[in-house]
T-cell receptor, first 116, second 113 residues
Framework: EPEVTQTPSHQVTQMGQEVILRCVPISNHLYFYWYRQILGQKVEFLVSFYNNEISEKSEIFDDQFSVERPDGSNFTLKIRSTKLEDSAMYFC??????????????FGEGSWLTVV | GDSVTQMEGPVTLSEEAFLTINCTYTATGYPSLFWYVQYPGEGLQLLLKATKADDKGSNKGFEATYRKETTSFHLEKGSVQVSDSAVYFCALQGYNQGGKLIFGQGTELSVKP
């Protein structure tokens, strides 16, 4: 069964460093997403991406975050200058379309980011 | 804004016990409702979903019914197994909100033999 893959599975970085989390969405999907889960808290939506541009973003997704689809298969999340509070599990996801009404979102296994 | 509230965990049950995990929501319009499951060391997997009132989603022995009058989508299973041990997330998707999911806080289930 096709799946969303993410790398790295775990990254430790120093505060202030840039981090890039990588994802390969399911090949025929058109919409891509990033979510995060701070330990012990809810899974939160960060951003959705379609046709090479952001379609929606949450208030969490501020100027230190950016997303990119650098080629036909990868989808990346960049955090420019990491803070301690960015420590979280980051989930990449994809879906065939971007509509509501029961559109199933497929998630990767997550990238655990620890900022020290 | 839209929100989802789940019963707090962890929930510990013996094998073959009956499971209920409560989920209630607040939303405008007519959201779709989902249960996702996260097994240890794995990502979020769709367990079941329902897209309109009175729909019942079911999969792997789990069921949940979309109750508009009580704004609920409780997850049930008649007889749990050790392999059901996981974290369960209730989520909603607004009708006009594309793929964005709003999650509850997750409920950890531990099933003992």
């Amino acid at each position: 069964e096709p799946e969303v893959t993410q790398t790295p599975s775990h990254q430790v970085t120093q505060m202030g460093q840039e981090v890039i989390l990588r994802c390969v969405p399911i090949s025929n999907h058109l919409y891509f997403y990033w979510y995060r889960q701070i330990l012990g808290q809810k899974v939160e939506f960060l951003v959705s991406f379609y046709n090479n541009e952001i379609s929606e973003k949450s208030e969490i997704f501020d100027d230190q975050f950016s997303v990119e689809r650098p080629d036909g298969s990868n989808f990346t999340l960049k955090i420019r200058s990491t803070k301690l509070e960015d420590s979280a599990m980051y989930f990449c996801a994809s879906s065939p379309n971007g509509q509501g009404g029961g559109n199933t979102i497929y998630f990767g296994e997550g990238s655990w980011l620890t900022v020290v | 804004g839209d929100s989802v509230t789940q019963m707090e965990g962890p929930v510990t049950l013996s094998e073959e016990a009956f499971l209920t995990i409560n989920c209630t929501y607040t939303a405008t319009g007519y959201p779709s409702l989902f249960w996702y499951v996260q097994y240890p060391g794995e990502g979020l997997q769709l367990l079941l979903k329902a897209t309109k009132a009175d729909d019942k989603g079911s999969n792997k022995g789990f069921e949940a019914t979309y109750r508009k009058e009580t704004t609920s989508f409780h997850l049930e299973k008649g007889s749990v197994q050790v392999s059901d041990s996981a974290v369960y997330f209730c989520a909603l998707q607004g009708y006009n909100q594309g793929g964005k999911l709003i999650f509850g806080q997750g409920t950890e289930l531990s099933v003992k033999p």
